[in-house]
């Protein structure tokens, strides 16, 4: 295991407590627990999104804080879906956020044996049944929000009999199907989920880790809980679409308890709301769709609201943490604009990335005065704000490349920047006097006395500031603008979601960069100066956007 950082032990200032901790504070404090222990449960059938990345600095800051721990528990409980590939990038996307889960990652189905015996007691006990009952029928007799469900026939079977078919599902006797394991709760409540909820289905697949030592798998509802339990966890924090599971929960592992399967205290679940960002789809259904139809470049293209895309994006770890902290933790769903995500990384960004002179739409502009054989070299600071990084040599000549809207034959009013006969001063360079345009190509003169940094630099006072990148020397690359993937705040709200995808989501260019950003490495992070936030793609040719310097999507 890493290295790891505590990253998320940050300084809150009282206003930012909020209900869990106070829970927790109160079992502390009673002596309830000693030790605070949660867990993130990822299901190892797709990639980490966003508001993942906000339940692991829920789950792994809060026991940090109280000197606990938390574990990365994989619920691997549905072979057909779940591959190792999900396993590793989910691991590969939790180190990334900084997250100690301990020396290894632990696994649903490390506790198939327990399960499989806990099954058995329930069934002895009669609190379980086998169901012969096809999906549909059981789907039929579950009832509705306002009407209860119906006994299935087979409810009343004896414990023995159960036991005998169970033992017979599990060895494999019955095809996928033709029998579950159901615990037998009350098909009156008004909680369907307590309408005798399924605890196993037959299943011959391929597991990922066991093989094929089982041909029974545990549903989720039914894992879930015991893998709390058996892991001392404390408060089992979830998203509040398990709220009403809770009572099954609480039932499931009372019961286990009191046969003394489990020790107590048991685990507490704690609902909170998850993450709904604008702009962006967290339906795993929705971003399925959006890579198998060929929508986006696969789960890591920089567009997908995924962990694995956030890292190739150059979105920071520290700048999901901050996020994280801004928006807190509710009881109340909410819709977070996409701005306090992206605002998070600016802020973080802004402290770490070096600066680089970067012109993505280049137009050439030649200084007819310089002469043609001379270089010289322009002292730049790596970051302004922070003298102790340090300066850089970029080279200065007589033909360099200008951003294309740094010139205007006709300019509209208030252009301050290259227009004929006006002066602007050449970032960290000279002052030069536009004398106009001719095949495409800017001219100027200008003016030797006025180098930055020596006394003639104030000669000539100028408004226009012009960043630049001398043509002899600059380095091409392809450079990818991303932007936000929907046009729409509420993707989907008001037609098919695919109908709201941003057509300008990206945009490529050849850029002409400063000769230094040819040897930058694959993860390396820049600030283009007057563009925004770069990185080095993991291709090491391309640099990708990451945010813009300003929110150009918030309303004027």
Known sequence: MMNTINFFHMQRAPSSSNFIRQVIEADLASGR????????????????????????????GLPQEYGGRCNLRFDDTNPEKEEQEYVDSIIDAVRWLGADYGPKPLYASDYFDFMYRAAEYLVGRGLAYVDSQSAEEIRANRGTLTEPGRNSPCRERAPEENLTLLRSMKGGEFPDGAHVLRAKVDMASPNINLRDPVLYRVKHAEHHRTGNAWCIYPMYTYAHPIEDALERVTHSLCTLEFEDQRPFYDWLLEQLAQGGLLARPLPQQIEFARLNLTNVVLSKRKLIQLVEEGHVGGWDDPRMPTLAAAQRRGYTAEGFRAFADKIGVSKANQLIDFSVLEESMREHLNEIAPRRMAVLDPIRLVIDNYPADREETVSLPN?????????????????LWIEREDFALQPPKGYFRLFPGNEVRLRYGYVVKCTGIDNGVVHCTYYPETRSGTPGADLRKVKGNIHWVSAR??????????????????????RDFIEDLNPDSVKSVTAQLEPGLAAARAGERFQFERHGYFVRDRDGEAFNRTVTLRDSWSKP
Not at 46 to 58: M, T
Not at 383 to 399: A, L, N, T, W, Y
């Open 473 to 494: 020397h600059a380095c091409a690359a392809p450079v990818h603008l991303y932007d936000r993937l929907f046009r729409v705040p509420n993707p989907g709200a008001e």
């Open 383 to 399: 970051h302004p704000q922070k003298p102790d990084r340090g300066k850089r040599e970029v080279p200065f000549s007589r033909e």
């Open 33 to 60: 627990h000693k030790e605070i222990v949660t867990r993130f449960p990822p299901e190892p059938n797709g990639y980490l999104h966003f508001g993942h990345a906000k339940s692991i600095c829920l789950n792994f």
